[in-house]
């Protein structure tokens, strides 16, 4: 299986601020990308993080607000920026190994 | 349209009995490939177990199994054996194979009891 590592694990924001969230996969991982699960709900898309250009982002989100980098195949940020309340949430990186899929610990964020 | 569907309410498992949690997919593709993962109160996403549209045999990784039932576009998870540490939420998902994104059901939560 894939190794696939995330920091902070948690934060606790004020309003109007961005946090970055590292993560680091091991060199196996082909495909990244990242995930956000608001309370109480399922797993949503954010984003396919491509090396060395823009990601892919998924209806309903934005690079202004989501900017995603993946300067290397092992290495990615996502940048929650001028967050609200609403950005509270748990923030995964994922990545993909053969037919495969994991995901990192996650990031937990609380926006005041 | 819902690609993935969870509708069991939340369960309540004695230990050492098996528990199946139920899924429905819905997709034209012929290929395609059926995931679940477990999600404890810490928040992690655990890589339970992977079905593949082509493969012949269910999937089973240790205690985990999968009911694949292509025809009836259903993939249910068979917990054998369950401990106390199966408390969870279960997400099935489904990837495409054009699409490389995971499309996750809504989940269905256990407790399991001794």
């Known amino acids: 299986s894939a190794v696939i590592s995330q920091k902070p694990s948690r934060d606790i924001c004020q309003r109007g601020t961005s946090l970055t969230i590292q993560c680091q996969v091991d060199?196996?991982?082909?495909?990244m990308f990242w995930y956000r699960q608001q309370p109480g709900q399922s797993l949503t898309l954010i984003a396919t993080?491509?090396?060395?250009?823009?990601?892919?982002?998924e209806s309903g989100f934005v690079i202004d607000k989501f900017p995603i980098s993946r300067p290397n195949l092992t290495f990615s940020t996502l940048t929650v920026s001028n967050m609200s309340p609403e950005d509270s949430s748990i923030y995964l990186c994922?990545?993909?190994?053969?037919?495969?899929?994991?995901f990192g610990p996650g990031t937990r964020l609380t926006v005041l | 349209a819902q690609k993935i569907t969870q509708t069991q309410p939340g369960m309540f498992v004695q230990e050492k009995e098996a528990v199946t949690l139920d899924c429905t997919y819905d997709?034209?593709?012929?290929?395609?490939?059926l995931f679940w993962y477990k999600q404890p109160s810490s928040g992690e996403m655990i890589f339970l177990i992977y079905?593949?549209?082509?493969?012949?045999q269910n999937a089973t990784e240790g205690r985990y199994s999968l009911n694949f039932q292509k025809a009836r576009k259903s993939a249910n998870l068979v917990i054998s054996a369950s401990q106390l540490g199966d408390s969870a939420m279960y997400f099935c998902?489904?990837?495409?194979?054009?699409?490389?994104?995971?499309?996750f059901g809504k989940g269905n939560q256990v407790v399991v009891i001794p």
């Open positions: 998902a489904m990837r495409e194979g054009r699409s490389n994104r995971l499309a």
């Open positions: 993080a491509n090396q060395g250009s823009e990601a892919t982002y």
């Open positions: 060199s196996q991982v082909t495909m």
């Open positions: 994922s990545g993909q190994y053969y037919n495969e899929q994991f």
């Open positions: 997709t034209s593709d012929p290929s395609y490939g």
């Open positions: 079905q593949g549209s082509y493969d012949q």
